[in-house]
C-alpha cells in the first residue's frame, strides 16, 4: 500500500474540497478518494488498483447515518448508514422487504456492521484481472479485457464490452427496482440522480469509471419512493459460498398483485450478470395484466434472459437467473415456482 495523507472531514462542503483534484494532478487512480466503512478502497488500495495520495474521512461528518421516512412518505437514507443498520431497521423490515433481504445478503456480520450503503453502491468491479496488481486491464488504463478470453466465470453476459465487468452490489438492483434515486454533492453544487442514470456501462463515458461520479463528489443520502409495490418486493441471490460471497446471479423483484393474483405493476432488476444493475422490461412489460401461474413465471424468466450473449465460461448464468427470476416472482406473489 502506497503512504497517503489521512483527513478527517468535519463538513459535506469540506471533504468536497478536501476531494478536489490538484490542477496538476496525473493519473486518476492518485487522486483522493473518500472513505467510509472503507471496505472497498482499502483493498483496492492494498493491490494498488488504486494510491490515492489523499484519504478523506467521510465518518466525521455529522447527519449522514440515519433512516427516515415511513411506507407512505417512503425512505431517506444516509450514505452512511450501515448495512447492519438498514437490514434491521423496523420500517424496512416491514414496508420495503426486498431492500431489508438484499442488505442481509451481504458478506459477513462483521463487514455489515462496518459497511455503508453509499459505499455499497459506488464498490469497484471484483473481476479478478482488475484486482490483480499485476494485470493493467481495460479498467486500469490498459488496452485489453482480459476476461472477454480468458478465465471469465463470473464476467457479464448483458451489456459487455469492451469490459466484461459484473456491478458487484446488492443493493443497487434493489433500489433501482424501487425506483429509488441519491443527492449527490461536488465542487459544482448539489443534484439528485435518478439510480437508473448513475450508474454507466464500459461502452459509455469513461471505460474506467463505474458511475457519473467525479473525483469530487460524494453521496449524500439515497431517497426510495413510496409505491404501491415496495411491501411486495424481494431479493435472491446465488452464490458459491454460503457466506462472504458476491452474487453469481441475482434477481430483485417488486410486484403489485391486484384480485385473482393479477399484476398491475412490476419490476424486475438483475445483479451479476451485467456491469450495470439489469432492468429487464420487456418482461416487466409481459408480466403486466398476467394472473401469476407457473406458465407465466416460465415465460417471464424467458424473457428476462432473452438477449444475453455469454462469454466461453459463463453460460450457466442463463438458466441460473431464470430459476431465480420464477423464484422470486413466485415469492412475492404467492404462487407456486
Not at 450508474?199 to 461520479?213: C, D, H, K, M, Q
Amino acid at each position: 500500500m502506497k503512504a497517503f495523507e489521512w483527513v478527517n472531514a468535519s463538513s459535506v462542503n469540506e471533504a468536497v474540497q478536501l476531494l478536489t483534484p490538484a490542477s496538476n494532478a496525473g493519473d486518476m487512480d492518485e487522486a483522493p478518494r473518500p472513505i467510509a466503512g472503507g471496505q472497498d478502497l482499502l483493498t483496492t488500495m492494498k493491490d494498488y488498483s488504486t494510491r490515492p495520495v489523499r484519504v478523506v474521512n467521510l465518518k466525521s461528518i455529522r447527519g449522514l447515518n440515519s433512516i427516515q421516512g415511513t411506507a407512505r412518505r417512503g425512505l431517506t437514507i444516509g450514505a452512511l448508514v450501515t448495512l447492519t443498520q438498514l437490514e434491521e431497521h423496523p420500517v424496512v423490515r416491514a414496508s420495503f422487504p426486498g431492500l431489508a433481504e438484499a442488505a442481509h445478503s451481504i458478506a459477513t456480520p462483521q463487514i455489515r456492521n462496518l459497511g455503508t450503503v453509499g459505499g455499497n453502491l459506488c464498490q469497484r468491479p471484483r473481476c479478478w484481472y482488475f484486482r490483480l496488481e499485476e494485470v493493467i486491464c481495460l479498467k486500469k488504463g490498459g488496452s485489453e479485457c482480459y476476461a472477454a478470453n480468458g478465465e471469465n466465470k463470473y464476467n457479464a453476459i448483458f451489456g459487455g464490452g469492451p469490459s466484461y465487468i459484473v456491478h458487484p452490489s446488492d443493493l443497487a438492483p434493489m433500489l433501482l427496482a424501487l425506483g429509488a434515486s441519491v443527492s449527490v454533492t461536488g465542487s459544482a453544487g448539489a443534484r439528485t440522480i435518478p439510480l437508473d442514470k448513475f450508474f454507466t456501462l464500459p461502452a459509455e463515458g469513461s471505460i474506467r469509471r463505474e458511475n457519473v461520479l467525479k473525483n469530487d463528489d460524494i453521496i449524500t443520502q439515497i431517497h426510495v419512493p413510496a409505491s404501491s409495490f415496495a411491501a411486495h418486493s424481494t431479493y435472491l441471490k446465488f452464490k458459491e459460498r454460503e457466506s462472504l460471497d458476491f452474487a453469481l446471479a441475482s434477481v430483485a423483484a417488486a410486484v403489485q398483485v391486484g384480485a385473482n393474483k393479477t399484476v398491475t405493476q412490476a419490476r424486475l432488476v438483475l445483479g451479476g450478470v451485467a456491469p450495470v444493475p439489469w432492468r429487464v422490461p420487456d418482461a416487466e412489460k409481459f408480466l403486466t395484466g398476467k394472473t401469476l401461474n407457473g406458465d407465466v413465471l416460465r415465460e417471464t424468466a424467458k424473457l428476462a434472459l432473452a438477449g444475453a450473449q455469454p462469454l466461453e465460461n459463463n453460460g450457466y448464468k442463463i438458466p441460473l437467473t431464470q430459476t431465480l427470476v420464477r423464484r422470486a416472482l413466485a415469492k412475492v406473489g404467492g404462487v407456486a415456482a
